[in-house]
C-alpha cells in the first residue's frame, strides 16, 4: 500500500480539502497509473453532495473523478496490454464480476457485481474505492482503456463518461445520415453529443436554456439552436425529431421534448436529476414513441469510442484547472457556466 494526494469531501455540504488516500501495490493484472488530467462530471456533483441518496447513498469521505488519464507507472507481473510510459485511460468502473451475462457480453456496465471508480466496496483494500481527483490510481488491466496519443490529453479525460455516456446511444439509436437529432442541454455530456451526432452526419439541433451559448453550438456543429423557454422557437420542431438525447442535470419539464418527437421516435434519458420528472402519457402514445435512458458504455464500446475519436480528432473542449479551483468550478458547473468541461491539470496537486 501507499499514500497518494487526493481532493475529498467529508460530507453533502462541505468543501473540497487536499487529503491523502491509500492505493494498493499493484498486484500481477494491475496498472498503476499517475494522473495527468481528471474532468469533471456533473456525476461528481451529484455524488460528492449526496443528491442520489435513494439510490446511491454517498460514502464519505469521497474522492470522486471517472473521467482520467495518465501515464503508466508500473505494471503488475501478467499485465499485457500495457507498459510503463504508455498512455493510459480509466473510466466509470474499475472492476465487475467477469462471470455474469452482461460481463460475458462486454456490457460491464450492467454487471450486479459491478465496482464504480469512486464510492464502491474495495475488495483489495476495505472501505470505498477512490477516484480520479488524485495523484495516482490502481486498476485492474481490463478497465483500463488505451487513449489516441494525437489527441490533447486535457481533452481526452472527458471522453471517459462524457464521451462514451452519448456515444453509446448515438449508436444504439442509429443516429445516422439524415436523421433530425435534438440534444438537449449544452454541457460536458450535451457538447459531446453534439459533436458525436454530427461526426455521424445526423442534422442537429441543440436545445439549450442559455442563448449566449447558441454561437459554440453551431461551431460544435449544430446546424440549428432553439433556446428552449422561447415557446414559439420550440412550436416550429413539434413532431419532427427522431432521436433526442437529454443531458440535462435538473429538474425540467422532458413532455415539451416528447412532443417534438416524430412517431415512432425515442427521447433517451442521460441526465440524471435528483428529482422525478413527470411523464404525460399522452407523449408517448399518440405516436408511438418511446422514452429510455442509458448508463455509460461498457469497457469495448468505451475503447471503440476513444479509437473513433483518434480517427476522427474529436476531444472535449476543456477549461483546464488547477485542483485548488475544484470548489470554485463546482459552483460554475450549477450556474452551466463551463465551456464545456472542466479538466483538473493534476501537476497541480503534485506540486502542493
Ligand atoms: P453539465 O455540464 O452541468 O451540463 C448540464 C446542462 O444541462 C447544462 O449545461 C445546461 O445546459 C442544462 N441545464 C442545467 N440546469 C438546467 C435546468 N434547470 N433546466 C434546463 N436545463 C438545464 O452536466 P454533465 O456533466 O453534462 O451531466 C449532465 C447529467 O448527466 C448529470 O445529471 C449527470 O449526473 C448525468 N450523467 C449521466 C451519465 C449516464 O451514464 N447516464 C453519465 C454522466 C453524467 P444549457 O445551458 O445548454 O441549457
Ligand atoms: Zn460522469
Known amino acids: 500500500m501507499f499514500k497518494a494526494k487526493a481532493y475529498s469531501v467529508g460530507s453533502a455540504t462541505s468543501p473540497f480539502v487536499s487529503s491523502s488516500i491509500p492505493r494498493r501495490d499493484p498486484t500481477e493484472h494491475d496498472v498503476q497509473i499517475e494522473i495527468l488530467f481528471c474532468g469533471i462530471c456533473h456525476s461528481d456533483l451529484h455524488y460528492a453532495r449526496d443528491e442520489w441518496h435513494s439510490v446511491m447513498p454517498t460514502v464519505y469521505p469521497c474522492v470522486p473523478g471517472h473521467e482520467i488519464v495518465g501515464r503508466v507507472a508500473k505494471v503488475g507481473s501478467s499485465v499485457t496490454k500495457f507498459e510503463p510510459g504508455d498512455l493510459a485511460g480509466v473510466g466509470c468502473l474499475v472492476d465487475s464480476d467477469h462471470t455474469c451475462p452482461h460481463c460475458r457480453a462486454g456490457l460491464e456496465q450492467f454487471c450486479p457485481n459491478q465496482i464504480l471508480t469512486y464510492g464502491s466496496p474495495d475488495k483489495h483494500l476495505g472501505g470505498v474505492t477512490y477516484g480520479g481527483y488524485s495523484d495516482s490510481i490502481v486498476v485492474d488491466e481490463r478497465f483500463v482503456l488505451r487513449v489516441p496519443t ?14 462514451i455516456t452519448t456515444y453509446s446511444p448515438i449508436r444504439r439509436w442509429g443516429v445516422i ?38 454561437e459554440d453550438a453551431l461551431r460544435l456543429g449544430a446546424a ?8 414559439d422557437e420550440m412550436k416550429k420542431h413539434a413532431g419532427s425529431l427522431d432521436f433526442i438525447l437529454d443531458t440535462v ?30 411523464v404525460s402519457a399522452f407523449g408517448l402514445l399518440l405516436g408511438r414513441r418511446s422514452l429510455s435512458g442509458s448508463n455509460i458504455g461498457g469497457i469495448a464500446e468505451t ?3 476513444l479509437d473513433f475519436c ?43
Open 177 to 214: 445520415k439524415g436523421r433530425k437529432v435534438g440534444v438537449v442541454g449544452l454541457g460536458g455530456l450535451g457538447h459531446m453529443g453534439v459533436k458525436f451526432a454530427r461526426a455521424f452526419e445526423a442534422h442537429v439541433v441543440v436545445f439549450t436554456t442559455s442563448p449566449g451559448k447558441r
Open 303 to 305: 475503447q471503440e469510442m
Open 150 to 163: 494525437n489527441l490533447d490529453p486535457a481533452g481526452v479525460a472527458p471522453l471517459h463518461c462524457a464521451g
Open 249 to 278: 442535470s435538473a429538474d425540467h419539464d422532458i413532455n415539451a421534448y416528447l412532443n417534438l418527437l416524430g412517431p415512432g421516435g425515442n427521447l433517451t434519458l442521460v441526465g440524471a436529476p435528483e428529482k422525478h420528472l413527470a
Open 310 to 352: 483518434g480517427a476522427h480528432n474529436i476531444t472535449a473542449d476543456v477549461e483546464v484547472i488547477p485542483i485548488q479551483k475544484v470548489n470554485e468550478a463546482y459552483e460554475r458547473l450549477l450556474k452551466s457556466d463551463v465551456k464545456y468541461r472542466f479538466s483538473i491539470d493534476m501537476a497541480s496537486l503534485r506540486s502542493e
Open 224 to 231: 440549428e439552436v432553439v433556446v428552449s423557454r422561447n415557446a
